[in-house]
């Protein structure tokens, strides 16, 4: 008996096998019933089936293999989605996801090979057979990993955005408690400590929300108006030294320097690179800007041991650091600065792009002067 006959043939003692598996990885308390266990092993058993009896070329076998069959993929998507999704909601982990496939595909072919089917014939439906397990199992998991990951950015979206309140709040009271004359100068140093610390948590409370808000597929909002890059490099150099009153920055200004940019996104953008060569670098910091030709280049460079090649590539993803800092002031970030800074580069039509050696670091971002 072919194994797709098999499979058909044999449907209600596959499925019962598959459930039996399947309640036992539930988790305690998981409203997860038989029967929905139960259809979802027949929908995933009855389209591999389905599959099995279509003809296949040698060329849409190797295409299969390397993932590339959009026709294939998008005939189980719905089995596999729904299959992702219920699980999911119903606590199990991805290591769960996985383990049930694999018990079923040891539990077909063990029952099917019990009747000793034709050798040569039954190696190539094992191979048809593992390829349709296999198509709706990557298809599953990276259902599931992409819920999940949509899960944990709406949580810390939310989380982001319901801090503000709270925070804006403290830096309110703040500013209140400094222009109060009666406040002791032991007070007022307190309440300066209070006000850095709120302001970095801001800081760090917006980082989060541009990341949550692109990872969840919006765009970076940003407010093109007149601007100058000169004047906006000098406005971050200086909030950089305030922080940071041993930091030694150099402007180097040339060119035709105004623009139309979003003012407030580039200033981020620009201590977060300042920010960054003062934690990671040594010596003096360089910030060339430059204006030419319709473009405008700004450079921020500086000295230190150079960022390790194998970090290079992942410089500008999220939540990742080359190396701890080697300078005091206030408390690293989350690991979002350069992500940031990639962000508003492509909002405002640039790039950002690092080179590092021996001889120090350079990064540099490239932008039109009137982004579109």
């Known amino acids: ?21 399947a309640l036992a990885l539930s988790q305690e308390g998981s409203q997860l019933s038989e029967i929905q266990l139960r259809d979802s092993a027949a929908e995933i058993l009855t389209s591999i089936a389905a599959d099995m009896r279509d003809a296949q070329s040698p060329m849409q076998q190797q295409s299969k293999s390397r993932g590339d069959n959009r026709e294939l993929e998008n005939s189980f998507d719905r089995v596999a989605h729904r299959h992702a999704e219920e699980r999911l909601s119903h606590g199990f982990g991805i290591n769960d996801v ?39 199992l990557a298809e599953s998991v990276r259902h599931y990993a992409y819920r999940t990951a949509r899960i944990h950015d709406l949580f810390a979206g939310v989380l982001a955005h319901d801090l503000r309140s709270p925070l804006g709040a403290i830096l309110n009271s703040g500013e209140v408690l400094l222009h109060d004359e009666s406040l002791s100068p032991a007070g007022v140093r307190a309440v300066a400590f209070v006000q850095r610390g709120a302001m970095r948590m801001k800081q760090m409370i917006d980082d989060l929300l541009i990341f949550t808000r692109t990872r969840l597929g919006d765009a970076m909002p940003v407010s093109f108006t007149p601007q100058e890059m000169g004047r906006i490099c000098g406005d971050a150099a200086d909030e950089v030294r305030a922080s940071y009153p041993d930091a030694h920055i150099d402007l180097r200004l040339a060119g035709e320097l105004q623009g139309r940019w979003d003012g407030s996104r580039l ?28 473009q405008i280049s700004v450079v921020v460079s500086n000295q230190g041991d150079p960022i390790p090649q194998h970090a290079l590539p992942t410089l500008f993803d999220p939540l990742t650091r080359a190396s701890s ?12 600065g350069l992500y940031i800074c990639r962000c508003i580069a492509n909002a405002h039509q640039g790039t950002i792009s690092v080179e590092s050696s021996e001889r120090g670091t350079r990064f540099t971002v490239h932008m039109p002067r009137s982004p579109v």
């Open 325 to 336: 800092p080697n300078r005091s002031g206030t408390a690293a970030g989350i690991g979002l």
């Open 267 to 294: 200033g981020q953008l620009m201590v977060n690179l300042l920010t960054n060569a003062v934690r990671y670098g040594s010596g003096p910091i360089l910030v060339e800007a430059k204006g030419q030709d319709g």
């Open 98 to 136: 996985v383990a049930e496939f694999r018990a079923l595909r040891a539990t077909v072919l063990r029952r099917w090979l019990r009747g000793s089917p034709d050798s040569a014939a039954a190696f190539q439906e094992m191979i048809r057979f593992n390829e349709a397990i296999d198509q709706v």
């Open 1 to 21: 008996m072919g194994l797709a006959d098999f499979i058909e043939g044999d449907l209600p003692g596959l499925i019962d096998d598959w459930a039996e598996y």
